[in-house]
């Protein structure tokens, strides 16, 4: 399985995350997820909303276009792209 999916409606990503981290960025590909680095600390859902910002800043989509499917309380999650194509995502996401 890959990190990246691409749907019918948009692309489904695989994502670990780091959170307390120095800096906030992709940190390129861990197995089958992209790991990314946070600053944010994992309680009460914050880690959750930074990914999101992160990945809205990231990627020049609203956040109304991106969704947390699973993973709330596990560094391990999915993400959803509304819209979005594989190649467009992976340009965006793993640029340098």
């Known amino acids: 399985m890959s990190w990246i999916e691409e749907k019918e409606r948009g692309t489904v990503i695989q994502v670990r995350v780091v959170p307390r981290s120095k800096?906030?960025?992709?940190?390129?590909l861990l197995g089958d997820a992209l790991k990314i680095r946070?600053?944010?600390?994992?309680?009460?859902g914050k880690a959750n909303k930074?990914?999101?910002?992160?990945?809205?800043?990231?990627?020049?989509?609203?956040?109304s276009r991106i969704e947390l499917?699973?993973?709330?309380?596990?560094?391990?999650?999915?993400?959803?792209?509304a819209g979005v194509s594989r190649g467009e995502l992976e340009r965006a996401l793993l640029k340098e």
């Not at 946070?38 to 009460?44: C, I, N, T, Y």
Request: zero cysteines; proline letters at 5%; aromatic letters at 8%.
């Open 23 to 28: 800096a906030e960025r992709v940190d390129g």
């Open 38 to 44: 946070l600053q944010a600390p994992p309680v009460e």
């Open 50 to 63: 930074a990914l999101l910002k992160f990945l809205s800043k990231q990627t020049g989509l609203s956040g």
């Open 69 to 81: 499917l699973s993973g709330e309380t596990n560094r391990n999650k999915r993400v959803f792209f």
